[in-house]
């Protein structure tokens, strides 16, 4: 009989590695680690990783080669490096053109530009140049830039850029009207644009009542801000008045000045002899002089009339009386000739 003895003996398994990489130009700084390195012995069942997803981007799979790895393959005696590259996708973005009259009105709206595909992450091409020309009833109008809103700030910069949501890929680009402005050359005719829009403007004119002119820039453009920089459509202007001088003809004197403005005047005010008697009002539509005319803030377009007197005439009290009201308004009337008759107040 044969015996034998059996002994132990170590002997290396040879294992192979499999490794994953990112590769291209175009890596998101989001997309997750790799999956770590793995050893395998020839022929053992290899399952492969997920793919990564990230907002934005597709991911072509990992790959062995030029070939796709699937979900499973058998270790080959060698090792094996599974790569993946990114993509960026696209999405469509919009680019609407607004054009707004003097009051603010939208006029007109270009939305030509839509559905345009571009990368995500891009920049939201659009047009800022001013001023611009736009047609409107067949003749060509003036328009500046007023602002631009973007549906995200998510760029550099805060500007818009195309992201995975379609609503938010959006420029608003608003134009105003810009047709007024003083001009020098022509002092009644303030038609010089100055590059800001109307909307945010008024316009002051200044004129004469009988015997007497008014000299100086007759109509300005005043700009309405709130605080130093802030455009505002809501704030009031401040006259310049410049260079304007009331003055009467022979044998007159100026009285004041008069404001036609609604937001002043009270219209209430009964024209009684001459509109003289609308200056004077529980509101500030009568101004001594320039000075107070400058102090004064309008919201409207105001027009100014400078009244003169006869430097002889006497100065009048005149009581008006309303039906509907038990309150009585006091005027000082400076007629020129008239002749004025008592007439009895009514029980």
Same mark, same amino acid.
């Given at each position: 009989?044969?015996?034998?003895?059996?002994?132990?003996?170590?002997?290396?398994?040879?294992?192979?590695?499999?490794?994953?990489?990112?590769?291209?130009?175009?890596?998101?700084? *989001?997309?997750?680690?790799?999956?770590?390195?793995?050893?395998?012995?020839?022929?053992?069942?290899?399952?492969?990783?997920?793919?990564?997803?990230?907002?934005?981007?597709?991911?072509?799979?990992?790959?062995?080669?030029?070939?796709?790895?699937?979900?499973?393959?058998?270790?080959?005696?060698? /090792?094996?490096?599974?790569?993946?590259?990114?993509?960026?996708?696209?999405?469509?973005?919009?680019?609407?053109?607004?054009?707004?009259?003097?009051?603010?009105?939208?006029?007109?709206?270009? /939305?030509?530009?839509? *559905?345009?595909?571009?990368?995500?992450?891009?920049?939201?091409?659009?047009?800022?140049?001013?001023?611009?020309?736009?047609?409107?009833?067949?003749?060509?109008? *003036?328009?500046?830039? /007023?602002?631009?809103?973007?549906?995200?700030?998510?760029?550099?910069?805060?500007?818009?850029?195309?992201?995975?949501?379609?609503?938010?890929?959006?420029?608003?680009?608003?134009?105003?009207?810009?047709?007024?402005?003083?001009?020098?050359?022509?002092?009644?005719?303030?038609?010089?644009?100055?590059?800001?829009?109307?909307?945010?403007?008024?316009?002051?004119?200044?004129?004469?009542?009988?015997?007497?002119?008014?000299?100086?820039?007759?109509?300005?453009?005043?700009?309405?801000?709130?605080?130093?920089?802030?455009?505002?459509?809501?704030?009031?202007?401040?006259?310049?008045?410049?260079?304007?001088?009331?003055?009467?003809?022979?044998?007159?004197?100026?009285?004041?000045?008069?404001?036609?403005?609604?937001?002043?005047?009270?219209?209430?005010?009964?024209?009684?002899?001459?509109?003289?008697?609308?200056?004077?009002?529980?509101?500030?539509?009568?101004?001594?002089?320039?000075?107070?005319?400058?102090?004064?803030?309008?919201?409207?377009?105001?027009?100014?009339?400078?009244?003169?007197?006869?430097?002889?005439?006497?100065?009048?009290?005149?009581?008006?009386?309303?039906?509907?009201?038990?309150?009585?308004?006091?005027?000082?009337?400076?007629?020129?000739?008239?002749?004025?008759?008592?007439?009895?107040?009514?029980?």
């Amino acid at each position: 009989m044969v015996t034998g003895e059996w002994t132990r003996e170590n002997i290396e398994v040879q294992k192979y590695k499999v490794t994953y990489k990112y590769v291209g130009s175009i890596i998101p700084s *989001n997309a997750p680690q790799v999956p770590v390195t793995a050893e395998y012995v020839k022929n053992q069942p290899v399952n492969v990783e997920e793919t990564p997803e990230i907002k934005g981007y597709s991911f072509n799979g990992w790959n062995r080669g030029t070939s796709n790895a699937g979900s499973t393959f058998n270790m080959p005696a060698e /090792d094996v490096e599974l790569t993946g590259s990114f993509v960026k996708n696209s999405y469509p973005y919009f680019v609407t053109y607004h054009y707004e009259d003097a009051k603010g009105n939208e006029i007109y709206a270009d /939305d030509s530009v839509k *559905n345009v595909l571009a990368e995500f992450e891009s920049v939201i091409p659009y047009d800022t140049t001013s001023p611009k020309q736009y047609a409107i009833d067949g003749k060509d109008h *003036n328009f500046v830039l /007023d602002k631009v809103v973007f549906g995200n700030t998510q760029g550099a910069g805060k500007t818009a850029i195309v992201t995975d949501v379609a609503a938010k890929n959006n420029v608003d680009v608003y134009y105003a009207l810009d047709e007024l402005g003083t001009n020098p050359e022509n002092p009644t005719n303030p038609n010089k644009p100055d590059g800001i829009a109307d909307k945010y403007q008024i316009v002051f004119t200044y004129v004469a009542d009988d015997h007497g002119t008014v000299t100086g820039m007759l109509k300005e453009v005043v700009t309405r801000y709130e605080g130093d920089k802030k455009f505002s459509t809501t704030a009031p202007a401040y006259p310049i008045a410049e260079n304007i001088v009331a003055t009467p003809d022979a044998g007159y004197k100026f009285v004041n000045w008069t404001s036609r403005n609604p937001s002043e005047a009270s219209a209430n005010i009964v024209a009684v002899f001459s509109r003289i008697l609308q200056q004077s009002s529980a509101t500030n539509a009568e101004f001594k002089d320039v000075a107070a005319i400058r102090a004064a803030g309008f919201t409207q377009d105001t027009e100014f009339t400078a009244h003169f007197l006869a430097s002889d005439a006497t100065t009048y009290k005149v009581e008006v009386y309303y039906e509907h009201e038990a309150s009585i308004q006091q005027f000082r009337v400076r007629p020129r000739l008239w002749l004025v008759q008592p007439i009895p107040r009514q029980p």
